[in-house]
Each structure stands twice: as C-alpha cells, then as structure tokens.
C-alpha cells in the first residue's frame, strides 16, 4: 500500500463518549447528561457518560497512547458546556478553557496536530431547555461560542470542524427521539434542525474566514456520516432512482447546500413536497431558505470531512400509508447483503468506502477529503486492511484524500478504542492498555 508524503493518519474521540468528569470544576450539565440520568432504559443498562474514560482526568495517560501510536494528527470534541456552563459567553468557565489548552499544547509539543470539533451532539442542557437546535436562535449562540472558541484556541489550532455528523444528529434528536432531549416530532423537526444547523454552520464559517483566517490561516468544514448506498437490484430503474434518492437525502441534504449551490437537493425538496401534499400540509414540511440564505452557505467549507463504517443495499418502497417521517419521506427500505460480515450495524464493505469517495469527487467538485471518522465494533484486522487497501487505491486514482481518523466506537458492555489504546468495563475501572 502507497500513500502519498505527508498523509495524515489519527484517531478521534468525542467530549461526552471519554471525558467522564460530567460536573466538575464549573461544567455545567449537556443534554446527554440529562438524558441518562432519567433512566429508562435510553441507552444500553442505563449507562452514562459520568466517568467514562476519565480522560478529563488522565489526559496525560492518553497522551502516551497516542504518542505511541505513533499518530500525526489527533481529533477531539470541546465541550460546549465545560467551556460555557450555560452555553452563551456570558459565563466562561476558565478550568474547562485550561483543559483544552493543555490538551492542544500537550499535543503540539509531541508533533500532533490537533483537529477540534466544536459540536459533538452534546449540546448544553439551558440551550436544549430553550429549544436546543430547534430554535432559530440557536444559530447565534453557537456562532457566538464558535467565535469564542476560534478567538481562545484558534493561534495553535488550524483545522475546525464545526458540526459533527449534523445528518445524523438532526434526525436522531428531532425527528425519532433516540438522541437528546429524547421527543419525536416525525416528519418536521428532523427538518427544523438541519435547517437551522446548516446556518449555523456557514455563520461560524464567515465568522472564522472574516475575523480569523487572514491570522490564523486554519480550515473550516464539518463532518458528514455517509453509508455508502447500491441498489438492491442492479437492473431495476425504481431500485436505481431509490439510491440516488437516499444518498440525496443522506449525504447531499447538507453537502449541496455547503458545496454545490446554498440550496437543498431538488429531489429532497419535490419529495419532501409532494409528500407532505398528500399529508394535507398547506405547503412542505421542510424550511426554505431565501436567496439571501443561499449565497450565505454556498461555499462554507475547506475540506470535505466524511465518516464511513458501512454499505447498505437500496430498495424502493413506496409510502402507500402516507405515514409521517425523515424515513419514509425517502421511500425506500435498506439492509444489508447477508453474506457481509460484521457486527450490529456496522458490516465490513471496503468498497463502499471506494465509491463513496468517488461520488464525493465526482459529485462535489474534487474536494479535499478527510475521513474523519472509520472503524468496527470489534477487531478485525483483515477489514482494517482491506478498507487501507481501498484507501491507498483511491489515492493513487487522484482522489483528494489527505487524512485517515479511526474513530472509537463504544456500545454494549465496554467501551473501546479500536485502535487498541483505551478500555473501559461498565463498572467504571479504568484501563489504558498499550497499541498491539
């Protein structure tokens, strides 16, 4: 396997998935916080993120791994409400604003460079009180606490990612209920939230390029989860127009806006419509934004962060009950071939990953591509070098891939990184074990 001089290779994590430390020294409550504490079988034993892999506490510790590891970049998500307890800057928790500057320093000094997420799904539970990403107002909270963060960190970090995963978040949170605050609104507030996500994401990108970039000189992007989709039966036009609907739906309801045109995908917006006609909606389901909206967002991102873990297969599946959801607005049905190998929702396709990076190519204007997040459930080291493999061919066909993150994944009993450097049993011990 070749990859080109300068190829960067890390590992990520997230502020609610490995710090622990939930109310210590001024962090105020985010909404996973919330969320876990009520119980009721939310998430898997009723488990939180309490303690997790105490790394508010042994960063150092997780430092070492890293550094042996031997990674050249690390990504990280700052905690929005370790920094501003309430989520505004009218309190600046100043032992959260040391935190993270060690982390940045520590990672400089060892040759590391550091990519931050400034949100990672957990959003300050006063924000989530006043409507969370369901309020327009939460556009200009979060460009007041990205520009405090470019502001604080911005003269030693250099590459930014505003939003994680935004397409899953929004409808996961707002429109099933399974994320925070845990309240379904199917078939609106799914759409309310990428809206007012895709805002605030081009408002803090216009805010670094116009106060930050010129000093700082970093990049401004955010994440995208994006399954790779085939469709069920090759030779069945309804199953091939499905895919396209659902990558449509899946990847370019953020990425169009962002890299194309400021606008939604045309079969998103004639779908979303026709459905919600038939549902007796006076007009779409899903937000419009005006001319002046569109030239705002076209063109907010440096890079194109993607996360891939697997490949489904695409069917179409007409909503003949007219039923009320993000889901069914697509009308497909998915899974996966039964010969794939893997573990929950995560089956091992390496050749997904090579056509998801083409379409992005192809579909988006030759990007820059990160791949800010990949990985498994659990071991696999043919899968891991199967998905390098296809990597390094995809480089080599001149795709524009200029980082590789494994991402740690934790469910069920324990939680680890699947780069082999942290462990952690549900009864809250915590194990730094060394890489291999």
Not at 71 to 81: D, G, I, K, V
Not at 166 to 181: R, S, T, V, W
Not at 252 to 261: S, V
Not at 311 to 319: A, C, D, F, G, P
Request: negative net charge.
């Amino acid at each position: 396997m070749a990859f080109p001089a300068g190829f960067g290779w890390g590992a990520a994590t997230a502020a609610y998935q490995v710090e622990g430390g939930w109310d210590a020294d001024g962090k105020g409550p985010c909404a996973w916080d919330t969320f876990t504490h009520q119980g009721g079988e939310r998430v898997f034993k009723n488990q939180t993120g309490d303690v997790a892999c105490s790394s508010y506490t042994l960063w150092e510790e997780d430092l070492k791994c890293i550094k042996q590891l031997g990674l050249t970049h690390y990504r990280f998500s700052l905690s929005w409400s370790r920094l501003l307890p309430d989520g505004t800057t009218g309190f600046i928790n100043q032992k959260g604003v040391d935190y993270y500057n060690k982390i940045i320093d520590d990672l400089l000094k060892n040759g590391i460079t550091p990519i931050v997420t400034l949100f990672h799904f957990d959003m300050p539970q006063a924000l989530e009180d006043q409507g969370g990403w369901l309020s327009e107002a939460t556009i200009e909270i979060f460009d007041r606490y990205a520009r405090f963060c470019f502001s604080t960190f911005g003269d030693r970090v250099k590459h930014w990612i505003t939003l994680n995963e935004p397409n899953i978040f929004a409808l996961m949170a707002y429109d099933l209920g399974f994320f925070p605050p845990g309240v379904p609104h199917n078939g609106t507030g799914g759409y309310q939230a990428v809206h007012n996500l895709i805002k605030a994401h081009a408002r803090s990108w216009h805010t670094y390029d116009s106060l930050f970039r010129k000093e700082q000189k970093g990049v401004v992007s955010l994440s995208l989860f994006a399954a790779w989709l085939e469709p069920a039966d090759s030779n069945s036009v309804s199953d091939q127009e499905a895919t396209k609907r659902a990558l449509a739906f899946e990847v370019g309801l953020f990425a169009k806006p962002i890299f194309i045109d400021g606008d939604y995908p045309e079969v998103v917006k004639s779908q979303i419509a026709s459905m919600s006609k038939k549902q007796g909606y006076p007009s779409s389901r899903l937000p419009e934004f005006t001319e002046e909206e569109k030239k705002m967002i076209k063109g907010t991102a440096d890079f194109f962060a993607v996360q891939y873990y697997t490949t489904r297969l695409v069917k179409h599946q007409e909503n003949k009950k007219g039923e009320l959801s993000f889901l069914q607005d697509v009308e497909i049905d998915y899974f996966a071939d039964p010969s794939w190998k893997g573990v929950d929702w995560v089956y091992v396709v390496p050749w997904g990953l090579r056509k998801l990076l083409k379409h992005i190519k192809d579909t988006y204007n030759n990007p820059v591509i990160y791949i800010t997040e990949n990985g498994v459930f659990q071991t696999d080291i043919a899968g891991a070098v199967q998905r390098l493999g296809t990597l390094s061919i995809m480089v080599t066909r001149n795709v524009m891939v200029s980082l590789y993150i494994l991402e740690e994944i934790g469910r069920g009993e324990a939680c680890r990184f699947q780069c082999g450097f942290v462990i952690f049993p549900s009864s809250g011990t915590v194990w730094r074990i060394p890489a291999g």
